[in-house]
Structures are given as C-alpha cells and as structure tokens.
C-alpha cells in the first residue's frame, strides 16, 4: 500500500499492510488511506488532519489523543475504537460505524454524523 499526499502526490509510507501498525505520533497529515485495513492499529496522537479515511477500517484501532481535524471518514468502520480526547472538530462521520467506539472526552464540534436518515452536526 501506498500513502501519498493527496494535494502532491509525494509519497509518504510505502508498505504491506497497516493491520495491527504502530503509528504512534505519526504524522499522516493529508494522507490518503482510502479503504486501508487499520484494524486495531495504534494511532495514538498520530496527526490525521484532513486525511482521507474514506471506507477504511479502523476497527479495535487505538486513536486515543489523535488528531483528526477535518478528516474523511465517510463510511469508516470505527467499531470498537478508542478515540478518547480524539479531535474530530469539522471532520465527516456520515455512515460511519461507530458501534461500541470510546468517543469519551473527544472534541465532536462542527463533526457530520449521519446515520440512516438522521443528520447532526455537532455545535459548541
């Protein structure tokens, strides 16, 4: 798999599979993880401002602190993940599964949920 910069195109990881990673503190700013198979990796205040988590899967993943500001994450399977102080301001959880996630402390202003025909966006 590889992780480009969406606006430039540079490459920034180039590997097999993320499944089970250790990306704690990573900088994934602007990544494309379009459908990356994240489950149970360790994101830990990893940086994913505005990254496109499009349909990924980041089941049992670890994102507690992690920074996900303006991030895709449209149809993301986020079962079971721990996004303890989490910072999703502005960022699209339209579809997403959030099923049994620790969203506890996490900063939901401004965020998109849709789930089936109900629509909330967080305000302050």
Do not use: P
């Not at 699209?92 to 109900?118: E, F, M, P, Q, Y």
């Amino acid at each position: 798999m590889k992780i480009l910069n969406r606006y430039t195109d540079e490459l920034l990881l180039e590997i097999e599979t993320l499944r089970d990673a250790d990306l704690t503190g990573a900088n994934l700013c602007d990544a494309d993880l379009y459908g990356a198979d994240l489950t149970g990796a360790n994101l830990c205040d990893a940086d994913l401002t505005v990254a496109n988590l499009r349909g990924a899967n980041l089941r049992d993943a670890d994102l507690t602190g992690a920074d996900l500001y303006g991030a895709d994450l449209t149809g993301a399977n986020l079962r079971d993940a721990d996004l303890t102080g989490a910072n999703l301001r502005d960022a699209d959880l339209t579809g997403a599964n959030l099923r049994g996630a620790d969203l506890t402390g996490a900063d939901l202003r401004d965020a998109l949920i849709k789930l089936g025909n109900r629509t909330f966006n967080i305000k302050e």
